[in-house]
């Protein structure tokens, strides 16, 4: 705060802009002013030049710089680090698809926060960026450079061999949805088994073992897919396309989302539910299914599921790095009961890619180029997700296992 007004005194009015000086060079970011809502810097390129990532979910905005987030409640002048909270002098705004920050996240959140790697020079406006400190670990390398940078195991980050499980949503007489903008002849199982394929070669090419479900077109029963995911699998991964049924608007729909197990608590989350378990009456073993007592069994032990909460981490790193390549906008992450997650007995989500329904997404999803980018995509959040819990575990005091996993 103090820092803010210093350099606005030192000015005379506030700064037209501020300079960010980081090791690899430097980056103007301009200021505006807005009479309700103080001086703002613009999100994106603000952590592009600092190799940060931001979410948000409507109410709040999460920024991370380094392993720190910094939340921030949009329209009201507060942020929390560390679940404190810390008063600002603007609000952190959204304007159409863009996040606005307050200038006061550099002037004085920032080097307060993270003092040993950044100072703020109020007369020169400028935020000094000495970089973060060198990983104890050595191997890796940047993957993705900007919003969502990722590490990439070169050999040395991880500490033990690590498999996901990939699963080709439907496949051989179960086409799932008939992909009404995609080129003729095309469903959604092939879209699916052509995004896993690369996905998968994404995942062997940075050191990850990889289960397919199914690497050709042919049927997998619904509730043996996440069967694939067992003892010495960290993360079960489902993909799909989405669609709508034919009403007003419906092919204006579009964008990605990422679901784990838990009770819908949207009717676009049980639409989506139902959508994709409907697949299992293409299942062989009729009378297992029969005797399931309809779908209430999905949710016969959810609330002894350890493995929720990282569940919903691994959907968030898939949102916030497809946020960086899809064009169709981040519809979020959601939570259903779906059949394929039930089975799996490690954490699990299923990623709705785009709408069949929508031109654009539909192309989107059809392109070579275009295929490849989300697939990366999906690749380096699963990375992420691994090297998250690697440390998690290795700083655990009960060492690695303690997340019951070993």
Not at 97 to 111: G, H, V
Not at 182 to 196: A, D
Not at 296 to 307: A, P, R, S, V
Request: hydrophobic share 40%.
């Amino acid at each position: 705060m103090i820092a803010a007004l210093l350099a606005t005194a030192i000015l005379g009015t506030a700064p037209g802009s501020v300079t960010i000086m980081t090791p690899a060079g430097e980056r103007r970011i301009p200021v505006t002013t807005d009479s309700g809502m103080g001086q703002l810097i613009p999100a994106g390129l603000t952590l592009t030049a600092l190799g940060g990532t931001s979410s948000s979910d409507g109410v709040w905005a999460e920024v991370r710089v380094g392993p720190t987030p910094f939340r921030f409640l949009l329209g009201a002048r507060v942020y929390t680090v560390a679940d404190k909270l810390f008063a600002l002098a603007s609000t952190a705004t959204v304007r159409g698809d863009s996040l606005f920050l307050p200038l006061q996240f550099l002037t004085d959140a920032l080097p307060r926060h993270l003092s040993s790697r950044f100072r703020w020079d109020p007369i020169t406006a400028r935020l000094v960026d000495a970089g973060e400190p060198r990983p104890p670990v050595t191997g890796t390398r940047v993957v993705s450079a900007g919003a969502n940078a990722a590490t990439e195991p070169t050999g040395g980050l991880f500490r033990k061999v690590h498999r996901v499980t990939i699963d080709p949503g439907h496949g051989g007489v179960d086409p799932g949805n008939p992909g009404l903008y995609f080129p003729s002849g095309i469903k959604e199982k092939h879209v699916t088994l052509e995004m896993g394929l690369l996905v998968r070669q994404e995942l062997k090419a940075r050191g990850v073992q990889v289960t397919m479900t199914r690497s050709r077109d042919t049927l997998i029963d619904l509730r043996d897919r996440g069967r694939y995911c067992a003892v010495d699998c960290d993360l079960f991964v489902s993909l799909h396309v989405n669609s709508l049924p034919r009403r007003g608007g419906y092919n204006a729909v579009r964008g990605f989302e990422t679901y784990f197990l838990a009770e819908a608590r949207t009717e676009d989350a049980a639409r989506v539910a139902r959508m994709e378990n409907e697949a299992v009456r293409f299942d062989q073993n009729q009378e297992e299914n029969q005797g399931a007592g309809g779908l209430d069994f999905i949710l016969k032990d959810l609330q002894l599921n350890e493995y929720l909460r990282e569940s919903a981490r691994a959907a968030e790193l898939v949102q916030r790095q497809l946020g960086d390549v899809h064009s169709g906008g981040d519809r979020g992450i959601k939570q259903a009961g779906l059949i394929v997650l039930n089975t799996a007995r490690r954490p699990a989500i299923l990623v709705e890619v785009g709408f069949s329904t929508n031109r654009a997404d539909a192309r989107l999803m059809t392109q070579t180029a275009s295929q490849k980018r989300l697939a990366k995509a999906i690749a380096e959040a699963i990375i992420q997700y691994l090297v998250e819990y690697e440390r998690k575990t290795q700083d655990s005091p009960l060492g690695p296992g303690s997340g019951g996993r070993e």
